[in-house]
T-cell receptor, first 114, second 109 residues
Framework: EAGVAQSPRYKIIEKRQSVAFWCNPI?????LYWYQQILGQGPKLLIQ????????DSQLPKDRFSAERLKGVDSTLKIQPAKLEDSAVYLC????????????FGQGTRLTVV | SQELEQSPQSLIVQEGKNLTINCTSS?????LYWYKQKYGEGLIFLMM?????EEKSHEKITAKLDEKKQQSSLHITASQPSHAGIYLC?????????FGAGTRLTVKP
């Protein structure tokens, strides 16, 4: 079974620039998560999708972050404009359902804002 | 996440030694997950616990969810360098998965 695919693997941008990350979940997984993991910390949930609807985006900084999941499959996460504190690994995960089931994680995108 | 507290934050053990990592929640846990992460990489699923008192093992790693369902422990027997990494507990607390800050394990050969 193919895993969760994320791209790019690494990205370096200057502050105030914009950036987009892409995630392709495991086929058939209804739930998709985006997490932000700052160095030395645990992953922090940014947004959760159930199919193409948003379930939870309470921790998403909506003034600069946006995410969409077109057709309930692939998802993109965008940051515009980026700040230095956005430097982190952005992890995408998917699961069959939203609770009581394991989530499968992609390798992540490491973003460095300079 | 402040909802999940992990201890210790970091751990250095000699190869062959046993160790325990704890995860404590301020709320009742309905699903508790243990993941392992190598630096700069994604999370690898280890185990899921759902029932109070439940205990699961995979190779030399055992995880247990206490009866009151607010704490879990991960125990590694006879540690090896391959066990090194960051161990994260995750839980379904608010209908989505939240994580603790992680425990960084170093195993000295």
């Amino acid at each position: 079974e193919a895993g969760v695919a994320q791209s790019p693997r690494y990205k370096i941008i200057e502050k105030r620039q914009s950036v987009a990350f892409w995630c392709n979940p495991i086929s058939g997984h209804a739930t998709l998560y985006w997490y932000q993991q700052i160095l030395g910390q645990g992953p922090k949930l940014l947004i959760q999708f159930q199919n193409n609807g948003v379930v939870d985006d309470s921790q998403l900084p909506k003034d600069r972050f946006s995410a969409e999941r077109l057709k309930g499959v692939d998802s993109t996460l965008k940051i515009q404009p980026a700040k230095l504190e956005d430097s982190a690994v952005y992890l995408c995960a998917s699961s069959l359902v939203s609770v009581n089931t394991e989530a499968f994680f992609g390798q992540g995108t490491r973003l460095t804002v300079v | 996440s402040q909802e999940l507290e992990q201890s210790p934050q970091s751990l250095i053990v000699q190869e062959g030694k046993n160790l325990t990592i704890n995860c404590t929640s301020s709320k009742t846990l309905y699903g508790l997950y243990w993941y392992k992460q190598k630096y700069g990489e994604g999370l690898i699923f280890l185990m899921m616990l759902q029932k109070g008192g439940e205990e699961k093992s995979h190779e030399k790693i055992t995880a247990k969810l206490d009866e009151k369902k607010q704490q879990s422990s991960l125990h590694i027997t006879a540690s090896q360098p391959s066990h090194a990494g960051i161990y994260l507990c995750g839980a379904d607390i608010t209908n989505d998965m939240r994580f603790g800050a992680g425990t960084r394990l170093t195993v000295k050969p």
